[in-house]
Every structure is written in C-alpha cells, then in structure tokens.
C-alpha cells in the first residue's frame, strides 16, 4: 500500500496518494542511463500504489527542443505520469517564499566567493560534492558593503547548524552524509537545485525519491533542509548508474546512447527496453511486463557497465 498524505477541501480532509517522480534537466537529449532511472522510478512508484509526476528541472540550461524529445522518449519506452508536466521556472514564487522563512529564522548569510575561491580554499574538498568551507559566514557588515561596492554578486546560503544529517535508503540502509552552508540562491538570483528540489517534492505530494546513487551524498543536505522548512522528508531509493566499458558514467561522447540514436541503428523501442530491463535482471521487453514481475529486493547494487555495441533483444517476462 502506498503511504497517503491529507489534504484539505470543503468535505474536510481528503486522503491523498503519494507519489513518485521523475525530473530531469532540459539540457539535451536523454540517453539510456537516464531512460533506465526514470523507468526505475516509474517502476518503484506504480508497484506501490503511488501516482507517478513528471517535473522538468529548467532553472539551469534549458535547449530548445529538449523537453518534448525527453517526453517523446518516456512515452516511447512506456512511461506515463498522473497530471500536468510541472516546471521548476514556473514556481518561483514558491522558491522565494521557503527562502524568507528561512531568513526570518536567522538561517542565511550572503556569500560572495567566486567557485575558484571555493576549490582553492585550504579546508574545501576538491570533488564536485565537496563542502562549503564556510569563508563568508562571519563576514562584518562592512565587510559585506565593501564587497557589493566591488560589483561582486551574492548568492545567499543556508547558516546550517548541523554538519551531519542521517537519511534511510531502500538500497544503500542507513546513510549519514555532510550537511555544509548550501546555496539557496544563486548569485544570479536564480534558486539553487537543492532548494528547489526540496519546495517541489513537498508541493507536490512525493513521497518517494528514486534517482541515481551519484546524487546520494547531497541528500543528507536536502533531508535537512525540509526539516527546517518543516517539510517531510520522503522515502529513497538511490540505484546504480550505467558506465561505460572503462568505468565511467555514462555520456552522449560513448556513441549511440540516446533513443533517437538508437533507433537510427535500427534497434526498437521494445528492443531497448528489453535491455535496460536486463540491466535490472528482469526479462521484460516492455513496461507492463517490467511492472508484473517488479521486485526492488531482486534489484542490482553495482553499476550496468554498458558496451552500447551489444544490446540484444530479451524474452517476455514469465
């Protein structure tokens, strides 16, 4: 059974199921490693009992084009969602509302380093999930006024007062990750993804969080930012990536990875499914049959090194 959240009307409460998503970025085509997330998703969501949404994340590079191929591609593969497409450039009031309750609590500061100044600060990690070193969180107020004078824009971070936050994880178990000064909004004054990922999931009734287990390590931050905004924290489930066949994450330079491309060599949207639902031990040459016989305990826990030289046709699910 899926876990309900209430919600009001002018009967009273009305109990309402909760829900899985998808949410990717309109930079450019999908390929086969986001195509294997969101059918995982989708999966996890409708094996539960949970409605499925589809959010597109466009407050970053967004390329024309982009958002109905990503949409033609989940359709193509049998991935459907309950309701309207939200977009993220279409909420920002929301954004701006979750950003003053955090500054009325004291819970902000400005921030004028450059990412250069970060990766060269002594205490920062170098890695691209490496934490905020702190550098502008005592600045004085004339500190601060000299820096406006020299033109240097201020992103506003969170004044966390935590660095370590405990999330639950279907595959990973227990999971306690750093918690740093995020930024909230960005320099250009647009809000950040950890901010707005945290408003929407709430927004929207998600209750359940299934992405790639790359972005593990920023969910303690995000886990803890709903509980200052007093959100709830949803449930999540991080999977394997796809890699290559040297190890690395899949991309657009390892050949023909996208659907479209995909289909240019002939292959059928069956036939990728069918591969990505081997990727998952499953036997399945389409979503419905994927569904039938979907078991999260059955799921891999290493990565699906991907040769896209050999993706083969499967057998229906028994």
Same mark, same amino acid.
């Given at each position: 059974?899926?876990?309900?959240?209430? #919600?009001?009307?002018?009967?009273?409460?009305?109990?309402?199921?909760?829900?899985?998503?998808?949410?990717?970025?309109?930079?450019?085509?999908?390929?086969? !490693?986001?195509?294997?997330?969101?059918?995982?998703?989708? %999966?996890?969501?409708?094996?539960?009992?949970?409605?499925?949404?589809?959010?597109?994340?466009?407050?970053?590079?967004?390329? &024309?084009? %982009?958002?109905?191929?990503?949409?033609?591609? $989940? #359709?193509?593969?049998?991935?459907?969602?309950? !309701?309207?497409?939200?977009?993220?450039?279409?909420?920002?009031?929301?954004?701006?509302?979750?950003?003053?309750?955090?500054?009325?609590?004291?819970?902000?500061?400005?921030?004028? +380093?450059?990412?250069?100044?970060?990766?060269?600060?002594?205490?920062?990690?170098?890695?691209?999930? @490496?934490?905020?070193?702190?550098? +502008?969180? #005592?600045?004085?107020?004339?500190?601060?006024?000299?820096?406006?004078?020299? @033109?240097?824009?201020?992103? $506003?971070?969170?004044?966390?007062?935590?660095? *370590?936050?405990?999330?639950?994880? *279907?595959?990973?178990?227990?999971?306690?990750?750093?918690?740093?000064?995020?930024?909230?909004?960005?320099?250009?004054?647009?809000?950040?993804?950890?901010?707005?990922?945290?408003?929407?999931? %709430?927004?929207?009734?998600?209750?359940?969080?299934?992405? !790639?287990?790359?972005?593990?390590?920023?969910?303690?931050?995000?886990?803890? $930012? %709903?509980?200052?905004? @007093?959100?709830?924290?949803?449930?999540?489930?991080?999977?394997?990536?796809?890699?290559?066949?040297?190890?690395?994450?899949?991309?657009?330079?390892?050949?023909?990875?996208?659907?479209?491309?995909?289909?240019?060599? @002939?292959?059928?949207?069956?036939?990728?499914?069918?591969?990505?639902?081997?990727?998952?031990?499953?036997?399945?040459?389409?979503?419905? *049959?994927?569904?039938? +016989?979907?078991?999260?305990?059955?799921?891999?826990?290493?990565?699906?090194?991907?040769?896209?030289?050999?993706?083969?046709?499967?057998? &229906? +699910?028994?």
């Amino acid at each position: 059974m899926a876990d309900v959240r209430t #919600t009001s009307s002018t009967d009273g409460p009305v109990a309402e199921p909760g829900a899985g998503r998808y949410a990717p970025s309109p930079s450019g085509d999908l390929h086969l !490693g986001n195509l294997r997330t969101a059918l995982l998703a989708w %999966a996890f969501a409708r094996s539960t009992g949970r409605r499925f949404l589809l959010r597109i994340d466009d407050l970053d590079r967004v390329r &024309p084009g %982009a958002e109905q191929r990503q949409l033609d591609d $989940l #359709t193509a593969i049998g991935v459907d969602w309950d !309701g309207p497409v939200v977009r993220q450039s279409e909420r920002l009031p929301w954004y701006e509302a979750a950003i003053e309750r955090l500054a009325a609590a004291g819970l902000t500061y400005e921030c004028f +380093c450059t990412r250069r100044e970060i990766q060269k600060a002594a205490t920062a990690p170098h890695g691209p999930m @490496g934490a905020y070193p702190g550098t +502008c969180r #005592t600045l004085s107020d004339s500190e601060r006024a000299r820096l406006r004078t020299e @033109g240097r824009p201020a992103a $506003l971070r969170l004044r966390a007062t935590v660095t *370590e936050f405990e999330v639950r994880d *279907e595959l990973h178990g227990r999971y306690r990750g750093p918690v740093d000064d995020v930024v909230l909004r960005r320099g250009d004054g647009v809000p950040a993804y950890n901010l707005a990922v945290v408003v929407d999931d %709430a927004a929207q009734g998600v209750d359940q969080v299934v992405r !790639g287990d790359d972005l593990l390590p920023s969910t303690p931050r995000q886990a803890y $930012l %709903a509980t200052l905004l @007093g959100l709830p924290v949803p449930s999540y489930a991080h999977v394997p990536l796809v890699l290559n066949t040297q190890g690395r994450r899949l991309a657009k330079r390892d050949g023909a990875v996208t659907l479209r491309e995909r289909l240019a060599l @002939g292959n059928t949207p069956e036939e990728v499914v069918s591969a990505l639902a081997a990727s998952l031990g499953s036997t399945a040459t389409s979503s419905s *049959e994927l569904l039938a +016989c979907f078991d999260t305990r059955r799921l891999p826990r290493e990565p699906w090194i991907l040769d896209v030289h050999g993706l083969l046709r499967s057998s &229906p +699910c028994p």
